[in-house]
């Protein structure tokens, strides 16, 4: 497979740094292609505004999905952008890579996608009607293509579990698997997520390393979450929402678009 590794810490001698090393060995011993994009390292511009659109004139008000629509368009988005859309393209399987801060991705990534998810590439794309609102949610442009997040937090695993205090991991990473990954139409696979990693030890090191090896060779082939495609039946269209009886018993909130529930 061909693999795109987008990672975003800004120290290369981190624990994170040495992650993605371990990583990108792993899937190369596969026999994978591997590019890495190196957010920090690159400079990568994390903020949407103007200089996105160059073709905007000085006194058009900026519309956000429409200046990404026309320039998607036109081919006039940035050279940065089109460079990570035609990486992302290439890949057959994405790993976004981070240290969870604040609950979520650093601002860099964050802002990677708010740049390269164009309207037109990885939203704003199919029929959208009555009957068919896009090709969203399991379908679209990366369709047929894997993901997962590899993270690493400072709070331990009880921290994340289903009654611990910063909330479910599975809840907190949502937005990213479901809203960022599924939507274009990745499947996407658990995420690897290394806890009470700030006072890790060597032979701590050793077992994580040894941990994501093991997630690396199963890239190709383990089961993706089982997240519900937006237009197979199982939501009313247009209002979306899941029609009745089709959860697990007792399932609510995001495990509601999980198949199993
Ligand atoms: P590093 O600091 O580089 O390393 C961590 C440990 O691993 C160190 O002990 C280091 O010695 C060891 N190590 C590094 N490399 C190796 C190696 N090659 N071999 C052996 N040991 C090694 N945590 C949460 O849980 N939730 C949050 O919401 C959250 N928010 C945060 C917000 C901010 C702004 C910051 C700065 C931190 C936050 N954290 C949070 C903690 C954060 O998630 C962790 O600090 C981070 O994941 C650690 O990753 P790192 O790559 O920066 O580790």
Do not use: C
């Not at 089982?226 to 995001?254: H, K, T």
């Amino acid at each position: 497979m061909n693999i795109l590794l987008v990672f975003a810490h800004p120290e290369p001698r981190s624990l994170n740094g040495a992650l993605r090393d371990v990583a990108v060995a792993a899937l190369r011993a596969e026999g994978h292609a591997v590019r890495v994009t190196d957010l920090y390292a690159e400079g990568w511009k994390a903020v949407v505004d103007r200089e996105d659109f160059p073709g905007l004139a000085p006194e058009e008000r900026l519309r956000a999905a429409a200046a990404s629509a026309a320039a998607f368009e036109a081919g006039a988005l940035t050279a940065d952008v089109r460079a990570e859309q035609e990486k992302l393209l290439w890949a057959d399987a994405l790993i976004l890579q981070f240290p969870l801060w604040w609950y979520s991705m650093p601002a860099i990534l964050k802002g990677w996608v708010e740049r390269v998810y164009a309207y037109g590439f990885a939203y704003g794309v199919g029929e959208h009607s009555d009957r068919h609102w896009g090709d969203r949610f399991g379908e679209g442009t990366l369709a047929g293509k894997r993901a997962m997040l590899l993270v690493t937090a400072g709070g331990w695993a009880e921290h994340y579990s289903a009654r611990g205090v910063n909330g479910p991991i599975d809840d907190l990473l949502f937005p990213i698997n479901h809203g960022i990954l599924f939507y274009p139409g990745y499947q996407v696979l658990p995420a690897f997520v290394a806890y009470r990693v700030d006072r890790l030890d060597g032979p701590g090191f050793e077992a994580l390393a040894e941990e994501l090896r093991g997630r690396m060779r199963g890239l190709a082939s383990d089961a993706p979450i089982a997240f519900r495609q937006q237009n197979g039946g199982d939501y009313a269209i247009p209002a979306l929402v899941l029609r009745e009886g089709r959860e697990a018993p007792g399932a609510r909130g995001f495990a509601l678009h999980r198949v199993e529930g």
